[in-house]
C-alpha cells in the first residue's frame, strides 16, 4: 500500500511513501506520521491510501504518531476547502485544524500518582495512631490523588508506601486530565418554557435537523435580550437525543466563561449528560491537549471555544452555533486567513449538520443572504419577559465642550446618571474602546507628535506604568520631560484623547466612594482575570465596569441599569466601508447590556457626530432601518455584500522596491483577469496603515462575485510571480479589516 502524505512544511505538493509490513493496517487517511525528508525527519499527515503510485523507489514511512487518527476525513475534506479559497498553501490549512499541542510526537497526558483502597480479605491490621488516620481518609475517599491525601493528612509518601506494603491500598501512576473548570461548582438548570417568537424559532431549527442533506443555514435575528442563548440549549439537547454533537463559537474569551457556565449547568447530568469542552488560546498547552482529546475520544459532545473551534472533531456532529456572527474577531489575520462563520456553514454542508448565526446586530453579509434565499431568517423582535429595550440618549458633545473650553470626559447628564446609580445599589458599565491613558503626546507649540519609529501611528501613553507604546508592534518608550524637538523644549508637552485607564482615573475623583474595576488587554493578562472580574462584577463587588469591546457584547447581568459610551463615533472617521456598520453593531450591542433585570434601562451615547445615521438608528434599535440604507451605498459602490474583496499586500522595508512590485503584480494581474466580467481593480496604494513594524505596505484590492473561481486564479499568479526576496505578498480573501 501507498500513502499519499501532506507535509508540515508549505510545498503545495503531496508525496507518496510505502507503508512497511509492520504498519499494514495501521494508516488511515488522517493519520499523523513521520516521513523521512532529504536528510531529515519530517511530521506529516496521511490525505490518502493508494495501490500504486507514478514514483518508484519510494521511502517507506518511519513511524505513527498518536494512538488514534487525529485529522477525521471529514475535517481533513474543510482543510482543503480552506486552502483552495483563501489562496494559501494546502499545508497550512491541514496545519491549522490540529492544535500545536496535539501535533507533537509524544502525546501530553499529565500522569500522577493515585492511591486507591484495596478489597482486604482477612483479619484487618493492627495499624499505629497516624496510619489509621491516613487509611480512614482512604477508606471514606476510595481513590485520590496522592499528593492530595498528603496534604489533607499532613503526612508523607513513607507512611502510605507502608499501607501499600500491607496490601491495604495501591499506588499507580495514571492519568490527570486538566480541566480549566474543575474548581467551578455549577448548579443543575432545566429548560425554561419558551415564548411564541423562540418556540417557532426552535421548531423550525429542529425540523432542519430532522431532514437528511438539507444542509440548512439559520439567521438568528433577536434582539439584545431575546433569549437566544436559551434556544440554542434547547437544540442543542435535540442534537444531543439523536446522538449528535454540537460546536458553539464565541467570539471573546471574555465571553466563554459565562457561556460555559450555563451550558455546563444544563447538560452536567440527566440523561443528556456529556462533558463540555473548551478551546481557546487563554488555556495552558496541557489543557489544550486534554480538551481536544476529551472530543476526539468522544466524551464531550458539545464543544464552545473561539474560531479554531470550528476544527473540533465531534463525531457525528449535528449542529454548528455561531454566536455573535457578525464579530470581526472571527477573521483569522494570518495565513490561512479563514472567517470562522463561513467556515462553519461550509462544515454543516459538509457534514449535513444545521448551522445557527445569531446576531442582534447581523453582519450585513448574512442578512443580505437571507434576503437572497442562501439561509433563513428567524426573528426574536422583543426581549424575554416582556422587558423592555433600554432607553438611549444620545449626548451632542460639541455642546458639552463649548460649555466646559474642551471636551469633558463624561458629560453632565451621565455624571449625573451615574451618581444616581451609584446611591440606588445598581451597577453601570462605561465604554470605551481605547486602551491607556491617552492616544496621543504631542505639543501644541511646534506641532510634534510622539510616533512610533517602527509603524505609521502615534504612540499611546500609558500613565501607571509610565511609559508610551505602540499598540501594533509592541515598541515602548519612556515619557519625555519636555517636547523632544530640539528648536523647541517646550515643557508644556500634553497628552491629548482619553483612553480606558484614563477615565477609571476620573471616575476615582469624581465618585471617590464608588468601586471601579477597569476590563481591557492591559488589565486582563492571566488567563482567570475575566472569570474574577466577571464574578465579581456578577456578585455585586464592583459599582462601575469600565471596558473596551471585551465588554460590549454576549455579558448578562441583572443589575446593570445604566450603560455610558464615551467617544461613541470614534471609528466612524476610519478609512473602511464598514465604518458605519460597525459603529451601529458596537452601540447596539453595548446598549443591550444594560436593561436585563427588573429595572428599565438607560444608555448615554457621548458623540461628536450626534445626527450620523449609524448612531441614529442604533439609538431607536432599528436594524432593518439601518440596513436598508446602509446596503444601497453598498451596491453603488460594489462592496460586500454585493461582491466580495481579495486584497493583495505587499510588505517590505525599502519603499521605493515595495511600490515597484506592486505596480508590477497589477500588470500580471491585468494579463489574466479579462474573463472575469464585473472584476473591479484598485490600486496599487499605500495600505491606511502604509508602515507597520517597520515595513512599508502598499495594498491592490479586487472585487467580483465570483471569488471562488477568482481564488484558484490569485493561487496559480501567486506561486509563480517574481518578487524580490526582501518583498512579501499575502492574499486576504474577504477581509474584514482593511488597514
Sequence with gaps: MIARVSLEIALRKEFDYSIPPALAGKIEVGTRVQVPFGARKIFGTVTALAEESAHTNLKPIFKIIGAQTLVTPKVLQLARWIGEYYCCAPETALKSVLPEAIRKEKEGWKKQLFVRARDFAGEFPKLPKRQQEVWNIIEERREMLLTELLELAETTAATVRKLEDLGLVEIASEISERDPYAREHILPTQSITLNSAQAKALGEIIKAMGVENSSRTFLLHGVTGSGKTEIYLQAIAHALEHNKGAIVLVPEISLTPQTVERFKARFSSGKLQTLVAVLHSHLSAGERHDE????????????????????????????????EEHETSYKQEEAP???????????????????????????????????????????????????????VRVVDMRQAAAKEKGAPIFSPQLKEAIHQRIEKGEQTILFLNRRGYSTSLQCEKCGYVANCPNCSISLTYHRIE??????????????????????????????????????????????????????????????????????????GKIDILVGTQMIAKGLHFPNVTLVGIIHADSALHQPDFR?????????????????????????????????????????????????????????????????????????????????????????????????????????????????????????????????????????????????????????????????
Design 337 to 391: 486567513r479563514y472567517h470562522a462563520r463561513d467556515v462553519a456553514i461550509m462544515r454543516g454542508q459538509m457534514e449535513n449538520a444545521v448551522v445557527v448565526l445569531g446576531s442582534a446586530t447581523p453582519s450585513l453579509e448574512s442578512f443580505y443572504n437571507s434576503k437572497k434565499g442562501k439561509n433563513v431568517l428567524l426573528e426574536l423582535p422583543e426581549r424575554v419577559d416582556d422587558q423592555k429595550m433600554p432607553r
Design 292 to 323: 481536544w482529546h476529551k472530543i476526539r475520544q468522544g466524551r464531550a459532545r458539545i464543544v464552545i471555544g473561539a474560531r479554531s473551534a470550528i476544527f473540533a472533531p465531534v463525531e457525528p456532529l449535528g449542529l454548528i452555533i455561531v454566536d
Design 466 to 539: 509610565q511609559k508610551l507604546a505602540c499598540h501594533i508592534c509592541g515598541f515602548v518608550d519612556k515619557v519625555p520631560q519636555f517636547c523632544p524637538n530640539n528648536k523647541c523644549k517646550n515643557p508644556a508637552i500634553r497628552f491629548s484623547g482619553t483612553g480606558t485607564q484614563r477615565v477609571e482615573e476620573a471616575l476615582a475623583k469624581i465618585f471617590p466612594n464608588a468601586r471601579v474595576r477597569r476590563m481591557d488587554s492591559d488589565t486582563m493578562r492571566r488567563k482567570d482575570d475575566y472569570r474574577k472580574t466577571l464574578g465579581e462584577f456578577r456578585a
Design 579 to 739: 465604518a458605519g456598520e460597525r459603529t451601529f453593531q458596537l452601540l447596539t450591542q453595548v446598549a443591550g447590556r444594560a436593561g436585563r433585570g427588573d429595572v428599565e434601562g438607560e444608555v448615554f451615547v457621548q458623540a461628536f457626530a450626534p445626527f450620523h445615521p449609524a448612531i441614529q438608528y442604533a439609538r431607536r434599535h432599528d436594524f432593518t432601518g439601518f440596513y436598508e440604507q446602509e446596503i444601497e451605498f453598498r451596491e453603488q459602490l460594489k462592496y460586500p455584500p454585493a461582491s466580495r474583496v481579495a486584497l493583495l499586500t505587499l510588505k517590505g522595508r525599502n519603499e521605493e522596491k515595495v511600490k515597484f512590485s506592486a505596480e508590477h503584480l497589477k500588470r500580471e494581474l491585468e494579463k489574466v483577469l479579462g474573463e472575469f466580467k464585473d472584476l473591479i481593480l484598485s490600486g496599487p496604494a499605500a495600505a491606511p496603515l502604509a508602515r507597520a513594524e517597520q515595513f512599508y505596505r502598499y495594498q491592490i484590492m479586487l472585487r467580483t462575485r465570483a471569488m471562488s473561481k477568482l481564488s484558484q486564479t490569485l493561487a496559480k499568479i501567486v506561486s509563480n510571480i517574481a518578487l524580490p526576496d526582501d518583498v512579501t505578498l499575502s492574499v486576504d480573501i474577504d477581509p474584514v479589516n482593511l488597514t
